[in-house]
């Protein structure tokens, strides 16, 4: 106890100095109640609308802020930050063009209900309206991407409105919250009184489940003879991945997890099946279409994971276990809605929930597809295959790692051959599909967990969009280990054309992108390059040794295809296996 004691001490010295009650600037007032909020650490760009809140940082230890080389990389560095640690993101950014480099980021959140408070700034109250030089609505353009948003005023608005942004953001349906400021209100002066009180009318999200619903699925179970479980990320989220393998074990249920749902439950475990949808395993994809009950557990039913909605399990009685209750029978109608916190039901549920007696031949069943159709592909000795590089990737690290990847191919190899035992250790851009996610939220992750190790997959394509942030990897020291899967091309493009548009190849080719070894090294980052198995183990083995960020250029196959594959139209049972 003695030895925590001065950590302890200094925590409360410093939220007495920071709750101090002084006349002081909105800007101030700003950076106090980010750290009252138990803020960490902020990403931003200054600009002018902002200049009071960055002078206000100036000099103030107790605040810390990592200057990114672009507003994107800011919110995908909070973002990874977010999913990675469990608390929210916040990051920084100027008026009209700063603010409006967010919104895809913002998109991005919203879609995989991450929670996150944007703060912009804003041309001065009484320029608001006449197209000042900067000025953007930034709240009407992001009102359809947030979950709740504030033009401040009033300085004297400013602790609350932080305050009830955080609680918005980190509960119900987790999601971004944007607060817009003024340059004039972050410049006025008021006694600060920290936000601590709520009343937020009309925001009550439900939390605990109707306890008849429970029995139903309870007697659901009972009854079904192939039942399933298909778990999303908001198991994650709400952290119920011990309650759901709670669950697992009494029911004996088989269960898949979707991309956002990787690590919710043990990749090793003889019940899970892998990943459904597009990409998904053969034994994922047959369980749901030939199962009698589908318990789906904080997943919203996205199309990639439905296929063709009319005829998705068709022969099962649909369970939906969700926080939001707009979710519940959006896509697929639903025999028993659960509204409520997924840890909250599976805890409520567990004492009683049976074991699923009727599913011998069922789990049979399982067990024979996940032997007969596993992921395949026909390995190389003459070019490096990606799927073998996500292999040896997952073989050195013992799946431990933190991975984030960018979106395309590499992506979804990287779903597929990385196998996650632990929750938050699995950082992608599920919803939105936004290229340039991967690389800044690695930043973010490591920035959560400086002690753990942060791997950064990422496509050729995609590694483009936000290279500027080896920047920041090489001035911070970020140890992230960047991986470029470089196939010279739009893979995930390219695949579709040749699938699905009769091999019409139309602008995919990659061929000009720079020398990422030097582009690296011009940053003053590690810069590695593989072509054979034997490289790329001798590279992967350096830059683990390295203690700084490293890049290592995967040079594979370029026309390599990621199976199985579910095209546009068909049911998720209709699927492409490939040649392997």
């Given at each position: ?10 925590t409360?010295q410093?939220?007495?100095k920071w709750m ?10 700003l ?16 600009g ?8 206000a940082m ?9 200057l990114t ?13 977010a999913?990675?640690s ?13 603010a409006t ?11 995989d209900s991450?929670p ?9 109250t ?14 009407g ?15 004297e ?7 009830e ?5 980190s509960?119900?349906?987790?999601g971004?919250?944007?607060i ?8 006025a ?11 937020l009318?009309?925001?009550?999200p439900r939390t605990?489940?109707n306890?008849?619903?429970l029995?139903k699925?309870c007697?659901a179970i009972e ?7 298909i778990?999303?990320g908001?198991?994650i989220?709400s952290?119920?991945?011990e309650a ?11 269960i ?5 749902g ?6 090793g ?10 990409h998904?395993?053969y034994?994922s ?5 030939k199962?009698?009950?589908?318990i789906n ?6 199309d990639r994971?439905?296929?063709k909605?009319?005829?998705f399990?068709?022969n099962?009685k649909?369970?939906?276990i969700?926080?939001d209750?707009?979710?519940i ?7 028993i809605p659960?509204?409520g916190?997924c840890k ?12 699923a ?5 069922w ?16 390995d ?7 799927q ?17 990847t960018d979106?395309?191919q ?5 779903a ?10 699995w ?10 996610f991967?690389?800044?939220s ?22 483009q ?5 080896l920047?920041?990897?090489a ?7 960047i991986?470029?899967i470089?196939?010279?091309v739009?893979?995930?493009v390219r ?6 548009y009769?091999?019409?190849y139309?602008h ?12 690296a090294?011009?940053y003053?980052?590690k ?9 790329a183990?001798?590279a992967?083995?350096?830059a ?6 490293v890049?290592i ?11 199985p ?8 049972d ?7």
């Open positions: 106890m003695s030895a925590q004691t001065p950590e302890v001490r200094s409360e410093l939220r007495e101090k009650p002084e006349v002081i600037t909105g800007s101030e007032i950076l106090r109640s980010l750290l009252l909020e138990g803020v960490e650490c902020v990403f931003g760009y200054p002018g609308a902002v200049l009071y809140i960055y002078d100036y000099g103030f230890e107790d605040f810390k802020h990592v080389r672009h507003e994107q990389g800011a919110i995908h560095a909070a973002d990874g930050y999913r990675a469990g608390k929210v993101g916040v990051c920084i950014a100027t008026s009209g063009p700063g480099n967010l919104v895809t980021g913002i998109a991005t959140a919203f879609m991450v996150m408070v944007v703060i912009t700034g804003n041309v001065a009484t320029l608001i309206g006449t197209d000042a030089f900067q000025e953007a609505d930034i709240t353009i992001t009102m359809p991407i947030t979950k709740h948003s504030y033009l401040v005023r009033d300085v608005d400013l602790p609350r409105v932080i305050h942004a955080f609680h918005i953001a509960t119900g349906r987790k971004p919250v944007l817009d400021i003024p340059k004039d209100v972050s410049a002066k008021t006694l600060f009184k920290p936000g601590e009180s709520l009343n009318r009309g925001y009550n605990v489940p306890r008849l619903q029995d699925l007697r009854d079904a003879e192939c039942p399933m479980i778990a999303g908001g198991v989220y952290g119920a991945h759901l393998h709670e669950f697992v074990k009494r029911t004996q249920i088989p898949t997890t979707t991309l956002l990787l690590g919710a439950f043990p990749s475990h003889e019940l899970w099946t892998g990943m459904p949808g597009m998904g395993t034994t994809n047959h369980a749901i279409q199962c009698d009950l589908l557990i904080g997943a919203r039913f996205d994971v439905t296929g909605l009319d005829g399990a068709p099962a649909i369970v939906h969700d926080i209750p707009a979710e029978g959006k896509n697929v109608p639903t025999d659960i509204v916190d909250t039901v599976l805890e409520m549920i567990n004492p009683d929930v049976p074991a007696m009727k599913a011998d031949a789990r049979d069943q399982i067990r024979k597809w996940k032997e007969e159709y596993p992921y395949r592909y026909t190389s000795d003459e070019v490096l295959k990606p073998w590089v996500i292999e040896m990737l997952n073989d050195t690290t013992d799946g431990e790692a933190i991975v984030t979106v395309g590499h992506q979804m190899w990287s597929q051959y990385y196998k996650f035992n632990q929750p938050r250790s950082i992608t851009s599920g919803g939105l599909g936004t290229m340039g991967g690389f800044p690695a930043i973010g992750a490591q920035m959560a967990h400086p002690d753990r190790l942060v791997i950064s997959i990422n496509g050729d394509g995609g590694m969009m936000c290279s500027q942030e920047a920041i990897c001035i911070n020291n970020i140890p992230v280990k991986v470029v470089n196939n010279q739009l893979g995930m695949q579709w054309q040749e699938l699905i009769d091999n019409r139309s995919i080719d990659l061929s000009g992108s720079p020398d990422f070894v030097k582009l090294e011009a003053g980052v810069g590695l390059r593989a072509t054979t198995k034997e490289e183990r001798a992967w083995a350096e683990l040794e390295t203690p700084g960020p890049l250029d995967f040079v594979v196959e370029k026309g390599e295809n990621v199976y594959m579910v095209t546009q139209g068909s049911t998720i209709q699927m492409l296996m490939g040649d392997a």
